[in-house]
């Protein structure tokens, strides 16, 4: 299994760091996590394409995590021409989502319809909306669910992925909970969206002190990590963004909490168990 952190950036623009998403690759099949700003551009780069996706799967509907979910329906359907469908997997809420993705993009569907003799229909979305627990196969990969707490937004949904006694755990955005113990238990890799909360805290901009009560800080993601005996912990969706130097800081904050590997995120990292 292979995890290229396809986005490591958040709701602030950044030049070096796309809006979230992860690539899990096994084999030839390819999982995407979230699509934020970015994906696709980012999904070219790690030798993927959203035609090559076995699904995407959504932890929530916070737009920085699918902003970019219609340029994925749109590139997948103009290179598959809607032969295969695009598997999308979310939480409730998720198929409305994609169902408006699909009226704003009416007119271009029109437009490359009439263009083209080779496309005779629009997107081909097959979405499945899932329950905290539920679980799923795609592609000989076992996913399993969780709740994950990161309120007011409801329902957020944590994934943890397995193939041949190989388990990565994928997240979102969510404070430490029961739903991230099970999902991270005893993980190979435990993929978590992170704050600093010392430099968030030190904010003068209101809204940026927000984000504190539903974001894992580093120290809750090193100390979760730890508790339930993950072997790796990725940090990604950093908050904010560190400047070259500074990682250093970011992976001490954790390892003051942790033993095992520590992975602090740059687009296109890419961790192989
Ligand atoms: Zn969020
Ligand atoms: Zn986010």
Known sequence: MEIVLTGTGSPLPDPHRAGPSTLVKV????I???????????????????????????THLHSDHICALNDVITTHWVMTRAAVPLRVVGPVGTARFVERQLAALEDDIGYRIAH????ERGPWVEVTELEPGESLEVGGVAVTTAATEHAPVRPTIGFRLEHEGVGAAL???????PGV?????????????????DLVE????????DILDYHSGVVDAARTAARVGARRLVLTHLVPAPPPGEYEDWRALAAAHFD??????DDLTTITL
Not at 116 to 119: D, G, I, S, T, V
Not at 181 to 197: C, E, K, M, P
Not at 260 to 265: S, Y
């Open 27 to 30: 084999g030839d099949t390819h």
């Open 260 to 265: 095992g590997e520590i992975v602090v995120g």
């Open 116 to 119: 083209h003799r080779e496309l």
């Open 181 to 197: 113990d099970r999902l991270a238990a005893g993980a190979d890799a435990y993929v978590q969206t992170v704050i600093r909360r």
């Open 171 to 177: 997240v979102g955005d969510t404070l430490p909970c």
């Open 32 to 58: 995407l996590v979230d699509a934020g700003r970015g994906t696709v551009m980012r999904l070219a780069a790690a030798g993927s394409l959203p035609a090559f996706l076995a699904a995407v799967l959504v």
């Open 202 to 209: 030190a904010s003068p901009i209101e809204m940026m002190r």
